[in-house]
């Protein structure tokens, strides 16, 4: 028991010492009355306005958490929930108005001359494959596109959630795979269409007259008229934004951050509705907007009169060369052997 | 009925990552996935502050307002809750959540993230409360029983509060008078339209 105070009384006395050396010494600077500990500390609202984004350090392999706020999602909110619906149903209603409006007032196109009987080819078997897949791949990506814009608008009022969730998840799915035969097909579009499609010169008179859907008389062509041109080059910058937009969306985050991201689906939304808009009006003009135009994509031959109509300096290189098919049916068209 | 909000006091906060702890074990929270995550602002710099942040629960939510299939809800409680029967992964409520909530079990392959995952309050889904199915899919419903979120009853310096956002504010109006310093409620203005006067 001694052993153990005396170390212990050693210990006070030492204390005391201290304390009393500190009493005695005068402060070499006073310390404010008041601390204030949060003088430097960081704010929200500075942070906020400064940087957009509030990141800081964390502990978790997951580098998206190191940023504990972004209002800009607000903001891409309104984009996705006023902006997006608004831009599409009027792009989309406005040109199925405008085309229900022109059929009624032009009505289909027709081939002045009537049909001579000889067809020629315009596009080969590998055309219009690669014309279909990427036709049937672009109304399921737009179907299924569209259902994330309108779906619980106009779908889920009319099913059940469960249904509704079903049918979603199919089409994500099918939005998901079906952007790769899409990318095939625009980047194959690209290449075998790019030597008929560069700008040339007749484009302007063509567009001057009218083009021979809205003017009253046929304008001057090559292989492709400028409205062609001009749908090739939509669909191969257009097809092309999607599907950069679309990688990164499937791949989120691999590439940008999320500030990027929204700028990604933001492209993405608005470059899609436009992009459907385009293509009803091509698929009018492909089908009910002008007589003989169909069998161009569908049999892959068109009537000698009607290439002279809408493409009469392509028609004439053709016939120079001797393409021109002999009558397909009824006439005595077996080749000698 | 209450309005149930989380205010994390950053004055308080020492970056011990026990909510993000007591939320794993609560909740029993899929693995590479957190609920709630402490991050630090500043850090090794003067005027460093840690912030424990989650789903915030807001006002108007821009994650319900932006899901395409409507899996995302309010509660009584104004609690923000999902279905994950409902949701299919398309990841856009993490896009549009200021706060950075929304989880998914897988990162990318192909766009199919799976279901959606994020902090309840506690409160679990829609399914029944207590149930089996519930506890799997969403974890502990405590606001069923009673109790607050787990990781707010854990925090060793109760600088993570939870419940009423009343008596929470009240909670934290107290202290910034009684200590003489506050660096604000961190979200508050983003999640519910509201400050707390500091």
Redesign the interface.
């Known amino acids: 028991m001694r052993s153990l105070l005396k170390p212990c009384r050693l210990a006070f006395a030492a204390f005391a010492l201290v304390a009393l050396a500190l009493v005695a010494t005068p402060a070499p600077a006073q310390q404010p009355n008041?601390v204030?500990?949060?003088?430097?500390?960081?704010?929200?609202?500075q942070?906020l306005q400064q940087l957009h984004i509030?990141?800081?350090?964390?502990?978790?392999p997951?580098v998206?958490?190191?940023?504990?706020?972004?209002?800009?999602?607000?903001d891409?909110?309104h984009y996705?929930?006023v902006v997006l619906p608004w831009v599409g149903a009027i792009a989309i209603l406005g040109m199925l108005v405008v085309l229900v409006a022109f059929y009624l007032i032009r009505g289909m196109v027709r081939l002045e001359s009537g049909r001579s009987g000889r067809t020629i080819v315009r596009f080969n078997a590998f055309e219009r494959f690669v014309h279909w897949m990427t036709a049937t791949c672009f109304i399921i990506l737009g179907i299924s596109g569209l259902?994330?814009?309108f779906?619980?608008r106009l779908l889920?009022p009319l099913m059940s959630?469960?249904a509704?969730?079903d049918w979603?998840?199919w089409a994500?799915?099918a939005?998901?795979?079906l952007s790769f035969p899409f990318t095939i097909g625009v980047v194959l579009i690209f290449l075998m269409w790019i030597a008929g499609n560069l700008p040339a010169r007749g484009d302007l008179t063509w567009l001057e007259e009218g083009g021979g859907i809205v003017g009253r008389r046929h304008a001057s062509a090559g292989r492709f008229n400028a409205g062609q041109k001009a749908i090739y080059w939509i669909v191969v910058l257009g097809g092309g934004a999607m599907a950069a937009t679309g990688y990164l969306?499937?791949?989120?985050?691999?590439v940008t951050d999320?500030a990027g991201?929204?700028t990604v689906?933001m492209i993405h939304g608005t470059v899609a509705v436009l992009f459907v808009a385009v293509m009803i009006a091509h698929i009018y003009i492909g089908t009910i907007g002008m007589e003989g135009a169909f069998e161009a994509m569908g049999t892959g031959t068109v009537d000698v009169n009607w290439a002279k109509e809408h493409h009469d300096r392509w028609a004439e290189q053709e016939l120079a060369k001797g393409r021109s098919a002999a009558p397909p049916a009824g006439a005595a068209a077996t080749p000698a052997e | 009925m209450a309005r149930m909000k989380f205010l994390c006091d950053?004055?308080r906060c020492i970056e011990c990552?026990a909510c993000v702890t007591a939320c794993k074990n609560e909740n029993e929270v899929p693995w590479?996935i957190?609920r709630r995550?402490?991050?630090?602002?500043?850090?090794g710099r003067?005027?460093?502050?840690?912030?424990s942040?989650a789903c915030m629960h807001c006002t108007d939510a821009?994650c319900m307002?932006?899901?395409?299939?409507?899996?995302i809800y309010n509660t009584a409680d104004a609690v923000v809750l999902h279905s994950k029967?409902?949701?299919?992964?398309?990841?856009?409520c993490?896009?549009?959540?200021?706060?950075?909530a929304p989880q998914y079990p897988k990162?990318?392959n192909?766009?199919?993230?799976g279901k959606m995952d994020k902090c309840t309050f506690c409160a679990g889904g829609p399914e029944l409360d207590g149930s089996k199915e519930e506890y799997e899919k969403y974890g502990a419903n405590r606001l069923a029983e009673g109790k607050l979120p787990m990781c707010a009853e854990m925090c060793s310096t109760k600088s993570l509060l939870a419940g009423d956002g009343e008596i929470i504010a009240q909670i934290y109006k107290e202290r910034v008078v009684k200590r003489?310093?506050?660096?604000?409620a961190?979200?508050w203005?983003?999640a519910y339209h509201e400050t707390i006067a500091s």
């Open positions: 008041s204030n500990p949060t003088a430097d500390a960081v704010k929200e609202d942070l509030i990141g800081g350090r964390g502990t978790i997951d998206k958490s190191y940023n504990i706020e972004q209002p800009a999602g607000r891409w909110r996705q929930e259902n994330i814009t779906g619980k889920l959630p469960q509704f969730t979603s998840q994500k799915y939005h998901d795979f969306m499937m791949f989120p985050f691999y999320i991201m929204q689906t | 950053a004055d990552n590479g957190n995550r402490v991050v630090t602002l500043n850090d003067p005027g460093e502050r840690s912030v942040m821009p307002a932006v899901c395409p299939t409507r899996a029967d409902i949701c299919i992964g398309c990841g856009y993490f896009y549009a959540c200021p706060f950075g990162v990318g192909f766009g199919s993230r003489g310093y506050g660096s604000g961190w979200g203005k983003t």
